[in-house]
């Protein structure tokens, strides 16, 4: 898997629809974020494939249609990494609690999260 390049917020905005559309134009990026102007939606996502490696294209008709090279997960598992180094100290219990302490969940969610800790620690012991 390769390591997440530093993305913007807009970039996550049109990666997100990337992602969520499986692969997506220009036009169709643009008109699910609704700003900016789809000259800078193109730049960005020129970028994002050119510079970043993050995006690939293939033509259809006159318009190219953009598909992700690199999935959510992994973005996500790399921002939250230097999130937790950077702010927290490397802790991810203080991650957790900082999370937690943000919101209030309902008992489903902390089934949900006890769940996946006891899966996390299934794991470690194996």
Do not use: C
């Not at 169709?28 to 993050?54: F, H, N």
């Not at 203080?94 to 919101?103: I, K, P, S």
């Amino acid at each position: 898997m390769k390591a997440a390049p530093g993305l913007g917020r807009r970039e996550l905005e049109i990666m997100n629809v990337v992602w969520q559309l499986d692969e997506a134009t220009v036009r169709q990026v643009w008109q699910r974020l609704g700003s900016p102007a789809y000259t800078t939606v193109l730049t960005m996502m020129r970028a994002l494939e050119e510079k970043k490696k993050i995006l690939t294209h293939r033509e259809r008709g006159k318009a190219y249609v953009y598909r992700a090279t690199i999935t959510r997960e992994a973005v996500s598992r790399s921002l939250i990494g230097d999130l937790r180094d950077l702010v927290f100290g490397g802790s991810m219990p203080l991650l957790v609690h900082n999370l937690l302490g943000t919101q209030s969940l309902s008992h489903d969610e902390l089934g949900q999260l006890r769940q996946v800790l006891d899966a996390h620690e299934e794991k470690s012991l194996a």
